[in-house]
């Protein structure tokens, strides 16, 4: 369990904005760990931002729980900090949100309802890496359900659905007393509002709703259910009552990304320290959010389509829009309409990426003395440890320090596989460890999770174009971008050319782009998207090191069919 404490403001924000600026729109972030709102520019310009830490509860094995009054505080305090060097309010003209797709349950009167062991109504969100409906999941996945061609084949336990079905079975009072079920993103934009309208983006991501890529259920701003839902389904599985109410506790008007679905109310305004009645737009989940200002980003005139988008964070997601739907095992998706109309989503993933290096470094004998040394020297302990892998590579005469692990081989689902395999049970291996316990070895455990990583993505990769996606290039953004290493890794491992956006934090800018687009700056939210999305830097793989990868990759698959015949053995 987490505790926060304190605030941050970002120290090379300027907080004496131009007053006579703008227009100007405010993005909002609720992250695994923190809230994070900035203030953006028309051109899509950063202004500034602030963060604000969240707790997160850890009850018991794969619970994971958080309060959403605490997080609504916290995004009111982000906001009020980012707005406060603009006098004139009204010169901010639109605010989006984007969050994991956490699930957040309300009574009647909208107050929380506890979903925890603990019994404390105070935690009613059950958070996306929460993996206590596995078997639900697992039960679900074995019928012939037509939802599950949206999401390649399988449901995962980080979805909506399985978690309603174990809340139903396992907190009888919960499921009796809760009234209203929201993805996270949706209840941040129901606290600005009022309004109970649903992004398409979470629903059919998340919730099994069938969308049509913006195509068939369009009417005016609003894409009317519940004729995305599927009565059968819910009927097959035990949630019949979800249905037999007519889909009211979990939505019955859905609005595309981007498009207005209120504005604030007075109260929501207060809040937050903007001027009532400021617009409000539909939300994305914060992936897609990240995805969609990386896609704008040195785009010119050419399709926004193909661009497959790396969402570094706690976890790593992979995005790619096509114009027609496009199937594929493991991949979630192909979702109508989830962050353009006229597009279709693939969604592929791991679980755990940032999480997963900061798990190896933070349980290595020598990470304290090395992060103590990295902060003496005013760097990350990427950094830090990035330098050490350049001297051993220069001690053994090496072309490059990626060759360095040549015996030292890291399987990464220590927290089970998103994708391709869509496999809960999946761990994580390592193979050439030895006793070596000092700065080093901490380096070259590094090293080894970010190339285990890059094949997991390119596995991933595989899968979307021997399905028949079209991949042209790459771009990347999130914490681990902070590494050289783990973005050139990527590009030497794929083979493709990597583009990190400049205009930074990506998620940030993207949630920002809704609130641009519900305005009305813009005529489409792809406008938005192309307007704001600034350059982007170029990283060319190293052809010279294809060979070592191949190599690498094939250890690679090897390790994941080893585990699994181990699993076999074992029954």
């Known amino acids: 369990m987490s505790d926060p404490t304190s605030t941050q403001t970002d120290p090379d924000n300027d907080p004496n904005i131009d007053p006579t600026g703008g227009p100007y729109y405010i993005g909002v972030d609720v992250g695994t760990g923190s809230v994070r709102a900035g203030l953006v520019g028309h051109t899509g310009a950063v202004e500034r931002t602030h963060t604000q830490p969240i707790a997160v509860m ?4 794969d619970f994971y729980v958080q309060d959403s009054e605490e997080i609504w505080q ?14 004139d309010k009204g010169a901010i003209k639109g605010i989006g949100f984007d969050a ?27 958070m996306w890496m929460d993996h206590r409906a596995k078997s639900e999941a697992e039960e679900i996945n074995t019928g012939s359900h037509r939802v599950l061609e949206y999401v390649g084949g399988r449901l995962s336990p980080e979805m909506q659905t399985p978690k309603l079905l174990w809340l139903k079975r396992s907190m009888e009072d919960t499921w009796k007393r809760a009234a209203h079920f929201f993805d996270l993103p949706d209840y941040l934009t129901f606290r600005a509002t009022g309004s109970l309208r649903r992004s398409l983006c979470s629903l059919v991501c998340k919730w099994t709703y069938v969308g049509q890529g913006g195509r068939a259920e369009v009417e005016g701003p609003v894409l009317r259910g519940p004729e995305g839902w599927d009565r059968t389904f819910f009927e097959a599985i035990g949630l019949e009552e979800l249905a037999e109410e007519g889909w009211r506790r979990i939505g019955t008007e859905v609005c595309a990304p981007g498009d207005r679905c209120g504005t604030l109310t007075h109260t929501a305004a207060h809040t937050l320290g903007l001027d009532a009645h400021t617009p409000v737009a539909a939300s994305l989940i914060d992936a897609h959010a990240g ?37 594929v095992g493991g991949v979630w998706g192909p979702y109508g309409g989830a962050v353009l109309p006229q597009t279709y989503l693939a969604e592929g993933g791991i679980t755990a990426s940032g999480s997963l290096i900061d798990h190896l470094l933070k349980t290595h004998p020598a990470y304290e003395k090395s992060l103590a040394d990295a902060d003496d020297d005013g760097r990350s302990i990427y950094e830090r440890l990035e330098g050490v892998l350049e001297v051993m590579g220069g001690r053994e005469g090496l072309s ?35 006793l070596d316990a000092s700065e080093e070895s901490l380096a070259m455990i590094y090293l080894s999770a970010i190339q285990g990583l890059a094949y997991t993505t390119r596995q991933i990769l595989a899968a979307m174009t021997s399905s028949g996606h079209v991949i042209t290039r790459l771009l990347m953004c999130g914490g681990l971008c902070a590494s050289n290493t ?41 406008g938005a998207a192309r307007a704001m999305g600034g350059s982007a830097t170029s990283y060319k793989p190293n052809g010279g090191l294809k060979g070592y990868h191949n190599k690498k990759f094939a250890v690679f698959l090897k390790m994941q069919q080893n585990q699994l015949a181990y699993r076999n053995l074992m029954k």
Not at 74 to 87: R, Y
Not at 511 to 524: C, D, H, K, T, V
């Open 74 to 87: 916290a995004v009111g305090l982000c906001v009020k900090v980012v707005s406060e060097g603009v006098p």
């Open 400 to 434: 490059s320090p990626s060759l360095l692990t040549r015996h030292l081989h890291l399987y990464p689902d220590y927290h089970g596989n998103r994708s391709p395999l869509a496999d809960p049970d999946m761990a994580g291996m390592v193979c050439g460890v030895t």
């Open 58 to 61: 850890n009850p018991q094995k």
């Open 486 to 526: 783990y973005i050139q890794t990527h590009a030497d491992v794929l083979g493709l050319e990597v583009l990190i956006p400049q205009q930074q934090p990506s998620v940030l800018l993207g949630a920002a782009m809704l609130g641009g687009a519900a305005s009305g700056g813009w005529e489409s939210l792809e």
């Open 291 to 327: 995805f969609l200002a990386m896609a704008g980003a040195a785009a010119g005139g050419g399709r926004l389509t193909g661009r497959l988008g790396l969402i570094n964070g706690t976890s790593t997601c992979h995005l790619v829009l096509s114009p027609s739907p496009v199937a």
């Open 100 to 126: 994991t797709c956490s699930l957040v349950v309300l009574d009647s009167n909208f107050k929380p309802v506890c979903v925890s062991p603990t019994g404390d109504d105070r935690h009613n969100v059950i």
